[in-house]
């Protein structure tokens, strides 16, 4: 585990990643200390098993967000994290869906109770390894669990979020975040996403999958500039009709001799 542990935290620093969703932790408390050794004070963990699930969210040495929160809404496959960075208070919510698909209508049904309760107004990205896909060409086979699906597809429209790999390669249908090969038969899919509100689309400038060396999902990124938006400057325009009716000019002096 150590030695897994450096290859991978070696990898993600010479990578240069500001924020980065790792999955399949198999951590315990125990390891808090030397995760944290080796990156730096910016890991949170929600931990299951040394076994099994677990989730991390990194960030770099070189970010400083301020932390307002954070909530294991799963414990093991869903951390949320609520920073202010860059005037901008962002939710970042990094989920592991169960490797069992009898178990994934129930957990979405979590994560959608769990994110009902941010601030819809606030940044979200939500972004991990979802186990499923919400559309036929980002897998290979037939959906295991389509009342999952249509769970996962309501948060994505209820939260306006998008796809942000799926937004920016439309007409790609042949990458993908995880293959496995059984009986000579190869099973593809984009299990692996990211998800962004809306409304901050707009800052994020690229998004590409990319083999990860000590994992069997590749790596899934974007690269976003999340700040504030800051109004520019702007000429305000009277228009002169209105000096014509009537009706606003006399509401318009009253209003002021009043």
């Known amino acids: 585990m150590a030695l897994r542990r450096s290859q991978v935290l070696s990898y993600l620093r010479e990578g240069g990643y500001s924020v980065v969703f790792l999955q399949e932790t198999h951590t315990d408390p125990t390891a808090e200390d030397s995760w944290r050794l080796e990156w730096g004070d910016g890991v949170y963990f929600s931990h299951f098993t040394m076994w099994q699930a677990g989730v991390a969210t990194l960030f770099s040495p070189n970010l400083w967000p301020e932390v307002l929160g954070v909530t294991e809404a799963v414990p093991g496959h869903l951390l949320h994290l609520r920073v202010h960075m860059e005037g901008l ?136 500039s999340l700040r504030a938006e800051r109004p520019g400057l702007a000429y305000w325009h009277f228009n002169n009709s209105l000096l014509e009716d009537e009706d606003f000019v006399t509401s318009f002096r009253e209003f002021w001799l009043a």
């Open 89 to 224: 208070v962002v939710n970042s919510v990094n989920i592991y869906a169960p490797t069992t698909s009898p178990k994934w209508p129930q957990f979405y049904q979590r994560v959608s109770n769990f994110l009902s309760t941010l601030d819809s107004h606030e940044c979200l990205v939500l972004g991990g390894d979802f186990n499923t896909t919400l559309e036929e060409r980002d897998r290979s086979g037939a959906e295991l669990s389509p009342a999952a699906v249509n769970i996962l597809r309501e948060i994505v429209e209820y939260h306006s979020l998008v796809d942000v790999w799926r937004d920016h390669h439309p007409d790609d249908t042949s990458t993908f975040t995880f293959v496995r090969v059984e009986a000579h038969r190869s099973h593809h899919s984009r299990l692996d996403r990211i998800y962004l509100s809306r409304f901050h689309l707009s800052q994020a400038h690229s998004s590409n999958i990319r083999p990860a060396p000590f994992s069997d999902h590749h790596l899934a990124t974007i690269t976003a």
